[in-house]
């Protein structure tokens, strides 16, 4: 090696910032690539200024940046977390549930509001209105589940689940309502058909 210091062979100040030393020790590489006298003086100089930055270094003068002390590694990129996928509902839900027109809910709605109000409103003796009602009733649900997906088994099967259901939850619902609201003039059982209809009208609307 010269007489000239490790800085000065490589062509760079004692103040000199790690990044200008190293992109100057690659540019001299590149330039001197078929000099391998000149690329063994300029790796012993680029080694020497990084030993003389360790000990300045332990000396509490500076810190050096690992990949100027290791400059084979190479450079990681840290990798960009991905959004957390939004949680979906199970598959066998999403077969299941319809995503409806306003027309869709509208009109069943419409029809189940009739059949509603004059299940309450319509004086008879006995429940022959009421299970009149309930047909109609069943038969809306029918009409609109099968006009989506023409799948008249899953239409029947859904509607008669769902009056069951609604028959059952209806008169446990209403028997403590008629009581506590003194309801005299309706009975239980107007009131559980109508909230047969609430639900048919929602499995009718938003089922397929």
Do not use: H
């Amino acid at each position: 090696m010269s007489d000239q210091n490790p800085y000065e062979e490589l062509g760079v100040s004692e103040d000199a910032s790690f990044e200008e030393i190293q992109d100057t020790r690659n540019r001299l590489v590149e330039e001197f690539s078929g000099d391998s006298k000149r690329l063994e003086m300029i790796e012993a100089a680029y080694d020497t200024v990084l030993m003389d930055r360790l000990r300045m270094r332990q000396e509490g003068k500076i810190k050096v940046p690992e990949r100027i002390r290791f400059p084979e590694r190479t450079e990681q990129v840290t990798p960009i977390d991905s959004p957390v996928p939004k949680k979906q509902s199970p598959q066998w839900l999403q077969t299941m549930l319809d995503k409806p027109s306003n027309l869709d809910v509208v009109v069943p709605g419409f029809w189940y509001l009739g059949l509603s109000a004059t299940s309450l409103f319509y004086r008879s003796q006995g429940d022959q209105v009421l299970q009149l009602m309930l047909v109609l009733g069943v038969g809306v649900s029918i009409y609109f589940l099968n006009r989506k997906e023409s799948r008249f088994g899953r239409a029947v099967l859904l509607t008669l689940v769902g009056l069951i259901v609604g028959l059952i939850v209806g008169t446990l619902i209403a028997v403590p309502l008629v009581e506590q609201l003194q309801l005299t003039n309706f009975t239980t059982n107007q009131f559980a058909t109508v909230i047969t209809f609430v639900l048919l009208w929602l499995i009718c609307s938003f089922l397929k």
